[in-house]
């Protein structure tokens, strides 16, 4: 097995937080091979992320209206992808101890919605932004990785995770500090991608407190996404047997096979009556006793 088949083995056979990562990288690795094609001949690729990273501005925004969906598997730089893939890697196996997957993909999907939602009524809301508004770009899946960790935090806050250099932390503490730090940091100059990490957050906390009260808020995501991939998975060839059409006619050596087989079994019946009676025939062996005489 060589390389390339090993990952696609890998992917199909993974769970979903495998198969997150993999879209992620995947589409991080090919954005970059695209952007070095295009340096060679002195092009500067950057005009690629403006199309796919989701703009604060409205007036961009209606020209790509596929943005909010883009923007959260896409990463500037290594370090970006790296830990964002990481703490999914992390919370998302957490996560899959409480929920299934399909409410993992649907709830990434949910909170990078929301954390773009966050980041473009705020932008367009406050005017400390104004400055930077017409050329802000949102990227990156920290919206929806911070989704997960929030709900994961609520459904169990007092499960430890072992963090480097620190020990076991509570994950109510760990979700606290995400929230506080991205909160403080809406002033900074990455204010665009804290108020997305606060969008994100409150999806987590919304789809946990929806589903204790019976309504699971990816249900809706998940149901778009099965029909879209039922129009791609090839359908399955059904064969369908003409009831009109006659069995094909038997051959001599089955005919007397039958009949012998037959004869054999009327024999036995024909015993039973003799030694036990008519009344110790079953239902079965009465009924194969008379369409064997209507034959004759």
Known sequence: MNFLENISL??????????LIYINVSVFILLKLVIILLLLFNISGSFILSYLAIPADLSQLLYRVWTPITYMFLHEGFMHIFFN?????????????????????????????VAALFYVAAFNLFPYYSPIFHQSLLLGASGSIMAIIVATAFCSPNMEMQLMFIGGVKLKYIALVAILTSFFGITSSNGGGELAHLGGALAGYLFVVSLRQGKDLTRGLNYILDAINNIFRPRKLKVKRNKN???????????????ARTIAEIDKILDKIKTSGYESLSVEEKKRLFE????N
């Open 292 to 295: 064997q005489g209507n034959k």
């Open 85 to 113: 893939m990481l703490t999914l890697f992390w919370f998302g196996k957490i996560f899959l101890m409480f929920y299934s997957e399909k409410q993992l993909v649907g709830l990434y999907l949910l909170g990078g919605l």
């Open 245 to 259: 059409r006659s069995k094909a006619p038997m051959t001599d050596a089955e005919f007397n096979v039958n009949k």
């Open 10 to 19: 890998t992917f199909k056979q993974g769970n979903s937080v495998i198969k």
